[in-house]
T-cell receptor, first 111, second 113 residues
């Protein structure tokens, strides 16, 4: 069966510090991968998606970037965090039936 | 562009009663997929139910069913025999190609004992 992992689960970082969030999927190959951000009490904002290694589509221009160095690994990064980057970050993949499955999320607080 | 609209920010239901959550999905495509996701306080997103636009039959998963009205672009979720564990945020979502998914703003469901 397929599983999706995210780490860390929680993170507190000062403004201006770098960020690296990691997502890995097991039990499938060449999945579409996604990064979403969810502000408190709000819906999901699509940040990036990837249909293959090295292929990244950005939905929201900002100080975040994404990379896919391996087939089942998706990384969200920033060189300098802003206060507005605080939120809940969700990684997801979708199967051949167009169903998305989500990781447990990372709660990021920028202080 | 695709638009997903959930017009009910909050809903409440008595335990064991039935509640319907509303959603509209506006797209120019004729083939697409629609979903309802549940997000409990743990914030784990859980797939509740899925509907293919080309299917005329409404999807059903145990106590959860949808009423899909393609012409009206309506995709509502009915929860029967509501349980305390159903309390959560519910998100409607859709995709045309499977590359990009669009989510509504969510409906917060409270179940009253």
């Amino acid at each position: 069966s397929q599983t999706i992992h995210q780490w860390p689960a929680t993170l507190v970082q000062p403004v201006g510090s770098p960020l690296s969030l990691e997502c890995t999927v097991e039990g499938t190959s060449n999945p579409n991968l996604y990064w979403y951000r969810q502000a408190a009490g709000r819906g999901l904002q699509l940040l990036f998606y990837s249909v293959g290694i090295g292929q990244i589509s950005s939905e929201v221009p900002q100080n975040l970037s994404a990379s896919r160095p391996q087939d089942r690994q998706f990384i969200l990064s920033s060189k300098k965090l802003l206060l507005s980057d605080s939120g809940f970050y969700l990684c997801a993949w979708n199967d051949e039936h167009e169903q998305q499955y989500f990781g447990p999320g990372t709660r990021l607080t920028v202080t | 562009a695709q638009t997903v609209t959930q017009s009910q920010p909050e809903m409440s239901v008595q335990e064991a009663e039935t509640v319907t959550l509303s959603c509209t999905y506006d797209t120019s495509e004729s083939d697409y997929y629609l979903f309802w996701y549940k997000q409990p306080p743990s914030r784990q997103m859980i797939l509740v139910i899925r509907q293919e636009a080309y299917k005329q039959q409404n999807a059903t998963e145990n106590r959860f069913s949808v009423n899909f009205q393609k012409a009206a672009k309506s995709f509502s979720l009915k929860i029967s025999d509501s349980q305390l564990g159903d309390a959560a945020m519910y998100f409607c979502a859709g995709t045309n190609t499977g590359n990009q998914f669009y989510f509504g703003t969510g409906t917060s469901l409270t179940v009253i004992p």
